[in-house]
C-alpha cells in the first residue's frame, strides 16, 4: 500500500514521521519518502496492507518535533494517478522508491500485481533515447543489454518487469538479467533521466563467445563487461561460476607460450597452471637466469594479478633443462631452474588458463601462458602426481605443494560417484559364508585362471562371487568374457560396473556394500590359488574371537615367499613403509610356516570378518589409486580392538603389481610417495608403538 500525503502534511521531515490509527497500531517495515508531483509537494508512506490502513481510516501523522495532524484517508486509486503528469525523472524516483522497498524490507519482489502496476506507470513515460538494446545471451537464458550512450548507473539499479522487481547491478554499460521476461521491461537507474526499455530481442542474440570472437572494438568491450558481470556475480552464484568457466574454455586468453631459446640471456616457462578445484592453484615451471634480470613475478588471472614472491617458490633440479642450455653462450640452466608452488586461494573464480608476467630489471616485462587450467580433477590429479620427478622431490615440495593440491583433487574425483551397475550372471546363492570381492581394471589376463580356480574349489560352493570393474569402458568385454565363463563352469557372479576409476579402495567399498556374507575375502585380480580348499584355514582362523582380520601365503610365480604378514619399518626420510615378513625367501621357509599375529596383512589377499570392517568404515578412500589402503585399515581395525594373524595353510599366487601396471595414473607418479605420508601422518604414533612391542627384523630373520 502506498499512501500520498499533500498539503500541510507534505513538509514533515521524512526522517521522523510516526503514524497513529485509532484502531490497533501499524505494523512496521513503513517506509517514508518525499516527492515533487505535478500537485505539489507529496509525503509517501510505503507499507504492508494491513486492516487498520484502509479507505475512511483516521491516523494522526506526527513528527518528532511536536507536530502532528488528524487525517482520514480517502479512496484508493491506481498508481497511474500519483504518477500522472509527473517528469520522467520523478516518476524513475517514484519507481526506485517503490522497487528499493519492495526488494528489501517488503520483500515483494515477486508481486506480479505491484510488478504490473509499476511497468504501466514507467510505459506511459518511455522516451525513445533510453533505450537499451540487447547484445547478448550469456548462457541459454541471461540477456546482456548495452545502456543508450550517455548514460551512467554507478549506483543501485532495479529491473522492473510485468511480473517481478529486481536489484541489479550495472558494470561497463551493460547489464545482464538471467530471466528473460525481463525483455520489453525497464531499469531503474539512479541518473535521473527516466526509465530505461529494455528492448527485446528482434532475433536470435549472439552469445557472448561470439562476441568474444568479433574483431571489432564494440564487440570485443561488451564481451569483456559480460565477463566482468559473470565474474562479479561468481562469489556467489554456481551458474555464473559455470558460465564462466565455460567461455574461458572455449575463449582462452592465449595459446600456450615460453622463452626456451639457448641463445638469449633469459629463459622461462609456466608449463602447469592447473585449477585444484577447491578455490587454488598447482604452479610448475622453470627459470633459466644466469645474469639474473628478474625482477619479480606476478600470476595473471582474468580477475587481476597476484604477485609471486621468488622466496616462496620450491624450486628442484631438471636433468633434462642442464642439457639443454649446456651449451647457452649467457650460463645453463643452474641446479634447480624448475619450481612448483601451490596456492590455496588463489582461483577461488573459475580460471581457464594462466599466465605468468615476469618482471625485468630494466622495467621491460614478459608474459608466459600456460596451457588451459581447468581439467577433469582425476586428470588433474595425476598431472599434479606427474609433473615432478620422484628423484627430484623432497619433503618440502610434497608437503607445501604436491599433497595439498592433490587432496582437493583427489575429493573432487570422488564427489558425486554414482551408485554402480549390477549385473547378475546366474543365481548367487543364499546366505554365503563369505562373498569373494575382486577389483578389475584393464589388466584381465589372470581373470579366467581365477575364476576357473574359484569354479572347481568345492570349499567356494557356498561363497559368492563379486568382480567390480572400475574401467567401464571395458564393460562388453568384461561382460562377454564372464558370461562365456560361467557358460563352461556355472559358477554365479555377480559384476559391478562402477561409473569411473575411483580406486581400489571405492571399488572393494563397493563390493562389500553388495556382499551378502558374513566374511568379506578382498582379492586382487593377479591372485590366484595355489590350490584347492585355501578358504578353510582363513574361516577357521576367523572363528578366534579377538581375530578381525587375517592374510595367507602369497607367492611369487617362482614360488618364492611374497607375502607371509606385513610389518612397518622407517625408510630414509623417516617415513614408516610397509614391508612383507621373509619376502623372496624359500616357499617352505619355516619361520613363515607358522601361523602367528602380525601387525598388518596385504590386502592383496586379505580375509575381514564383514561386521568389523563395516565397523571402522571399510576402506579410506583418500588414498590415491591404491597403496597403503590395506595397513590403513588394519590399523583401524586394530584401533578398534580387532587383532591381525597371518595363515600360512592358505596359499596364493601373487603376480605383483600385474593388477596396477596399465594405470598411468599411478605407474609413473608420485601416487606412492603421497600415500606414504598421508599414512604416515595418519598412523606414526600408532605404528611405533606397535613396532616396539617386538623386532620385525628378529622375527624376519627366523
Sequence with gaps: MLICFAGEASGLDPAGVFLRPDSEPVRPPLSWHRLATARGPALLLLCRAQPCVRPGAALELGSGDGRSLRLRLGAPAPLDALAGGLPPSAVQELLRFIAAKATGILRHSEDD??????????????????????????GHDMVMWALPRGVTAEGACYALSRRRLRRVTVSGGVVALRDRQFEGGYL?????????????AGGPLPSLAELGRRKDARSRAWYRSGLAELSRRAAADPEARRRLRDLQLLLPTGRPHHLAQPDRPLGASLEMAVCDHGGGVFLRGWIRDPLGLVAALALRGPHGEQPLPMAALERFGRPDLAEQFAGAPHGGAGPKPGFALHLPEAARRPVAQWSLRVALTTGDSLTLVAPPAIMHPQGARDAVLSAIAPAEVTPALMERCIAPAVERLHRAALAGRPEPEVVRIGTPPRAPAASIVVPLYRNLRFLRPQYASFARDPSLGGAELIYVLDSPEQRREVEHLLRGLHGLYARPLTLLVQGGNYGYAAACNAGAAAAQGGVLVMLNSDVVPAARGWIRPLLGALARRRLAAVGPKLLFEDGSLQHAGLFFERGPEGEWHNSHYWKGCPRHFPPAQRARPVPAVTGAALCVRRAAFEAVGGFSTDYVIGDYEDSDLCLKLREAGGEIAYVPGAELYHFERQSIRDHAGYARTLAAAYNRRLHHRRWSEAIARLMARGSPHAAREG
Excluded: K, T, Y
Excluded at 115 to 130: G, I, K, L, N, T
Excluded at 192 to 199: D, Q, R, S, V
Design 188 to 200: 531503474l537507474a539512479p541518473d535521473g533521466g527516466g526509465p530505461i526499455h529494455l528492448a527485446p
Design 113 to 138: 500485481g505491484l510488478a504490473e502496476a509499476c511497468h504501466r506507470v514507467a510505459e506511459a513515460v518511455m522516451a525513445p533515447d533510453r533505450c537499451a538494446l540487447p547484445v547478448a545471451l550469456c
